[in-house]
Every structure is written in C-alpha cells, then in structure tokens.
Nanobody
C-alpha cells in the first residue's frame, strides 16, 4: 500500500523559510515522479514543483527562484525548500506521486504565512 506522509508545515512570518518533507512508503519512489501541489482557500489545487526519478525539475513559473524541490532516493523522501515566503503562499501543501495513470496523494500539511 502506498503512503505519502508530509511534514514541516506551520506558521511563519513573511520573508521566512520552511522546509517540507514527504516520506513515501511502498515501492513507488524508484519509479514515480514526485511533486508538490498546493491549495489555498477557495482556489483550485495548483502545481508547485515536480521532480522525476532522473532528477528533471519542473516549477510553477511564479515560484521559480523561491522554492526548490529535491529528492533523496536512499531515504524515499522528497523535500520542498520554501524561501522568502509571502502571505499568498498560505495553503495546504500536498505531496504527490505520479506515473502514467497512477497517482497518489498525501494528506496535506498546512503552511500559513503571516504578514
């Protein structure tokens, strides 16, 4: 059974940083593209960043330069380093694993940025 468990969310002041972690169980980590998505209140879930097994990165254009995604294949973990946080980054952040039509989601972790 596949499980994705996020951690690292919380409350931070504008300009601060947070690092989110996602631990993946099961056998998906070596075969699936991993990613982070977020959903703010009243808005649709949106892409933050993805990283393939081979390390190819993809970011939402608006977040390039502030957010960095990485993965540790030995630890079955994917990370999201978030710097220079803004109040508009407030959202629930979800870990995602994807390969072809198979897709898995974590339960989400809340990130709140105060002004």
């Amino acid at each position: 059974q596949v499980q994705l468990v996020e951690s690292g969310g919380g409350l931070v002041q504008a300009g601060g940083s947070l690092r989110l972690s996602c631990a993946a169980s099961g056998s998906i980590f070596s075969t699936h593209t991993m990613g982070w998505y977020r959903q703010a209140p009243g808005k649709q879930r949106e892409l933050v960043a993805t990283i393939t097994v081979g390390g190819i990165l993809n970011y939402a254009d608006s977040l390039k330069g502030r957010f960095t995604i990485s993965r540790d294949n030995a630890k079955n973990a994917v990370y999201l380093q978030m710097n220079s946080l803004k109040p508009e980054d407030t959202a629930v952040y979800y870990c995602n694993a994807q390969r072809w039509s198979a897709e898995y989601w974590g339960q989400g972790t809340q990130v709140t940025v105060s002004s």
